[in-house]
């Protein structure tokens, strides 16, 4: 039988989202809109999410009610990963070939992305008119960059044996590429619109036959992980590998950034043995659990994909699992109040209070 819930949690602290002070509470929303279908949210803009229930990609505005079936005619499963500005990216399957492809809120919006001679390709990522993702041509899984059509396809590949892009803001793209052959690990980097552009974001602390991707982007900061002394470890770039800033919670095993806005990163820590959602604001000890936030008992893991940082507003979006089920589609979502403003009496008290210790100090020096 589906679960339906929204939940709302308040919740005792101060928050900074977009500058001021704030306190507000948690609203936890399940977006699975079918009896026995699974789902998951991938991405969040806007008040909109993305993602999929079962296979067939989906829109959603805030509850599991507003869903709109993306999945183009004739396609046979597809996904969104990404959304922007009233647009989606993702993927449909035709004859068994996936392709990239970008939709503006219905079906029948589906504009296929996929280049000339490429035997499969998806987008992860939009932003400014621009899409992101890969395609396998000759045989080689490549980054790329498009600007609304097929024919506007960049090639982002740096060399080596593959490459992806997974996320798109600001003129940056990034992701990760295979330095060697396909039994080398693979690099976070970053692009700037061509493939002489690339940066290598593998941290320092990461050995050379450790893995590090980079998922997400705003605001000249990036996100992802990297393998460091043996532990899958979420981080924070800032445009160099010298740059990094590890995320990895206290008592977590493992750990992954995938998405950032503002200055919030959302992802996931295993802690327990069990994946938690969670969110950062820039360094480890900043990191909320949001797995706690979801109703007890009914599910055992989640993940976080991707968040939205509006001026009172912090959208999360992902999937949680059930005990023993499917997993479902979920938001997270923080409304905040500005703390008020204290009265003119109250500022005035604290003048005096403040007047008062100056002339008591001031004495003592006397």
């Given at each position: 039988m589906k679960k339906v819930f929204a939940i709302t949690a308040a919740i005792m602290l101060l928050c900074t989202v977009g500058g001021p002070a704030f306190a507000g509470t948690w609203t936890v929303v399940n977006l699975n809109p079918t009896e026995s279908g699974e789902s998951i949210a991938y991405g969040v803009s806007g008040g909109q999410q993305v993602g999929k229930v079962s296979n067939q990609a989906v829109l959603w505005s805030g509850?599991?009610?507003?869903?709109?079936?993306?999945?183009?005619?004739?396609?046979?499963?597809?996904?969104?990963?990404?959304?922007?500005?009233?647009?989606?990216?993702?993927?449909a399957?035709?004859?068994?070939?996936?392709?990239?492809?970008?939709?503006?809120?219905?079906?029948?919006?589906?504009v296929d992305l996929h280049p000339a001679g490429a035997t499969e390709s998806g987008a992860r990522g939009i932003s400014g008119g621009?899409?992101?993702?890969?395609?396998?041509?000759?045989?080689?899984?490549?980054?790329?960059?498009?600007?609304?059509?097929?024919?506007?396809w960049v090639d982002l590949h740096p060399g080596g044996s593959g490459s992806f892009a997974y996320s798109i803001a600001g003129g940056q793209q990034v992701g990760s590429r295979k330095v060697g052959n396909l039994s080398t690990p693979d690099h976070a980097c970053m692009w700037s619109g061509t493939a002489a552009s690339?940066?290598?974001?593998?941290?320092?602390?990461?050995?050379?036959?450790?893995?590090?991707?980079?998922?997400?982007?705003?605001?000249?900061?990036?996100?992802g992980q990297a393998i460091i002394g043996g532990i899958?470890?979420?981080?924070?770039?800032?445009?160099?590998?010298?740059?990094?800033?590890?995320?990895?919670?206290a008592g977590a095993?493992?750990?992954?950034?995938?998405?950032?806005?503002?200055?919030?990163?959302?992802?996931?820590?295993?802690?327990?043995?069990?994946?938690h959602a969670g969110m950062w604001s820039g360094s480890a000890g900043s990191w909320v659990d949001l797995?706690?936030?979801?109703?007890?008992?009914?599910?055992?893991?989640?993940?976080?994909?991707?968040?939205d940082v509006s001026a009172s507003e912090i959208w999360v979006t992902g999937r949680a699992s059930q005990i023993g089920g499917s997993y479902d589609a979920?938001?997270?979502?923080?409304?905040?109040?500005?703390?008020?403003?204290?009265?003119?009496?109250?500022?005035?008290a604290g003048g005096l209070v403040t007047l008062t210790a100056i002339r008591r100090r001031a004495k003592n020096w006397w």
């Open positions: 509850t599991a009610g507003t869903w709109v079936d993306l999945n183009p005619a004739g396609a046979t499963q597809s996904c969104a990963y990404g959304i922007v500005d009233g647009k989606q990216v993702g993927y399957m035709f004859g068994g070939v996936a392709h990239a492809g970008v939709w503006s809120g219905s079906a029948a919006s589906w621009q899409q992101v993702g890969y395609a396998i041509i000759g045989g080689i899984y490549r980054a790329g960059l498009w600007s609304g059509t097929k024919e506007s690339w940066v290598d974001l593998h941290p320092e602390g990461a050995v050379d036959r450790a893995y590090s991707y980079a998922y997400g982007v705003s605001g000249g900061q990036q996100v899958y470890r979420a981080g924070l770039w800032s445009g160099t590998r010298e740059s990094w800033v590890d995320l990895h919670p095993t493992e750990s992954c950034a995938r998405g950032i806005s503002g200055s919030k990163q959302a992802g996931y820590a295993i802690i327990g043995g069990k994946w797995h706690a936030l979801l109703p007890v008992g009914v599910y055992g893991e989640s993940e976080a994909w991707s968040v979920v938001l997270w979502r923080y409304t905040a109040d500005p703390v008020p403003e204290p009265s003119p009496l109250v500022t005035l």
